[in-house]
């Protein structure tokens, strides 16, 4: 089960730490990815997470995003800096078993509630 936090609203250029909780099985063994959607739109992949601590971002988030990931609390955290409009939405941690891949979101499951994101 995984359970993400954090979601606020700021303005452009702000900043935000979103976090996502697993429980009942350890992130090392899975690629652990943050996603967001916005109404009408399909959940795109925003960054990815390794087991072995290997990162991946969207290009439209490179710079900026920051995915990170602490074992020992079973979290992953997702440092979102210079926010921007087109950064709103909701957002969502999901598991791959394995690899992240191009961090398409139908390879990814155990999908949590999200967190609202809004930049204005």
């Known amino acids: 089960q995984l359970v993400e936090s954090g979601g606020a609203s700021v303005q452009a250029g702000g900043s935000l730490r979103l976090s996502c909780v697993a429980s009942?099985?350890?992130?090392?063994?899975?690629?652990m990815g943050w996603f967001r959607q916005i109404p009408d739109k399909e959940r795109e992949g925003v960054a990815g997470i390794e087991s072995d601590g290997s990162t991946s971002y969207a290009d439209s988030v490179k710079g900026r995003f920051t995915v990170s990931q602490d074992s020992a609390k079973n979290t992953v955290t997702l440092e979102m800096n210079r926010l921007k409009p087109e950064d709103t939405g909701m957002y969502y941690c999901?598991?791959?078993?394995?690899?992240?891949?191009?961090?398409?979101?139908?390879?990814?499951?155990?999908w949590g509630q999200g967190t609202q994101v809004t930049v204005s």
């Open positions: 999901a598991a791959r078993y394995g690899t992240c891949g191009s961090l398409y979101a139908s390879q990814f499951g155990g």
């Open positions: 009942g099985d350890t992130i090392g063994r899975y690629c």
